[in-house]
């Protein structure tokens, strides 16, 4: 059987609340159902309210700035992980392969990256660089345009360089 509201607990409502309790931590202390609670609300002059807006709002800004700072350090990871990538580029490297007829493991130790490896390479750059920038975009316009000139001037280079090889295996001299 259902126990009638009485003042008691009209009383420990109003106090609770003005506590800053919520309306299902009020029902629990007395406890009570979180409708119940509602309906006793109601009857208040002027009636109580729960209306959590303010604190939501403060929330809510809260969460998009902590959101902000981490996207900020993300960026700032992913510019670093773009300037290792990009060390690799021209460094020595040492390329292995299984190959033969018995698949016996073959390496090369080359003074640089096969030319394909330095797409891929170019390629994971651009990704890191363009991800960092959409995660922590730059203000004004002339970083975007260095780093779309960096990017180019790379990409001349290895085209460059991807002539040089062509050429050496043709067993020409490009001089390079």
Do not use: Y
């Not at 939501?56 to 990538?85: C, H, I, K, N, P």
């Not at 990704?127 to 959409?134: C, D, N, Q, Y």
Request: charged letters at 25%; aromatic letters at 4%.
């Amino acid at each position: 059987m259902t126990r009638l509201v009485d003042d008691r607990d009209r009383e420990q409502v109003r106090s609770l609340h003005a506590q800053g309790q919520s309306r299902n931590e009020i029902a629990r202390a007395i406890k009570r159902s979180p409708s119940t609670v509602s309906k006793i609300v109601r009857q208040f002059e002027p009636p109580l309210s729960f209306d959590r807006a303010p604190q939501v709002e403060a929330a809510t800004r809260a969460r998009t700035a902590d959101l902000a700072a981490r996207r900020a350090t993300l960026a700032l990871d992913l510019q670093g992980d773009a300037e290792r990538l990009r060390t690799q580029l021209w460094a020595p490297t040492v390329h292995g392969e299984f190959a033969g007829r018995e698949g016996e493991w073959h390496e090369a130790h080359l003074p640089q990256p096969r030319f394909g490896d330095q797409r891929a390479i170019v390629a994971s750059v651009q990704t890191a660089v363009g991800t960092s920038l959409r995660l922590a975009p730059v203000e004004g316009g002339e970083n975007a345009e260095q780093v779309r000139s960096m990017l180019g001037t790379l990409g001349e280079a290895l085209t460059q360089a991807a002539n040089d090889d062509q050429a050496h295996d043709d067993g020409g001299d490009a001089g390079g």
